[in-house]
């Protein structure tokens, strides 16, 4: 069972750029397909965006689309996302996950090992 521990958040001001990372360790992250969510306060978790276990293929969520993209370096058990200029409304722990199911689930139920979170807040 893979272990994930997501870093690079923090307080940033509008239209700043963030790179977040996602380490997995005791397994072979190869083997997933993860995924990015976020959860704003008061809100529910949402999905931003997954990547297939090789990283050839790549889905986002409509409202993500042109605003973030997801990598993996396997060979570094390491995947990330990247959000360039950030609102105010991106304000959310963001949360790494991976699953056996393959690529392109959308839903929280469908990943099964989850990271602790990194919290990303973005002053107007």
């Known amino acids: 069972q893979v272990t994930l521990v997501e870093s690079g958040g923090g307080l940033v001001q509008a239209g700043a750029s963030l790179s977040l990372s996602c380490v997995a360790s005791?397994?072979?992250?190869?083997?997933?397909?993860m995924a990015w969510f976020r959860q704003a306060p008061g809100k529910e978790r949402e999905f931003v965006g997954c990547i297939a276990w090789r990283g050839e293929t790549t889905y986002y969520a409509e409202s993500m689309k042109g605003r973030a993209t997801i990598s993996r370096d396997n060979r570094k058990n390491t995947a990330y996302l990247q959000m360039p200029n950030l609102q105010p409304e991106d304000t959310a722990v963001y949360y790494c996950?991976?699953?056996?199911?393959?690529?392109?689930?959308?839903?929280?139920?469908?990943?099964?090992?989850w990271g602790p979170g990194t919290q990303v807040t973005v002053s107007s």
């Open positions: 996950a991976t699953t056996r199911l393959g690529v392109g689930f959308r839903r929280v139920t469908d990943y099964d090992t």
């Open positions: 005791r397994g072979f992250f190869g083997d997933y397909a």
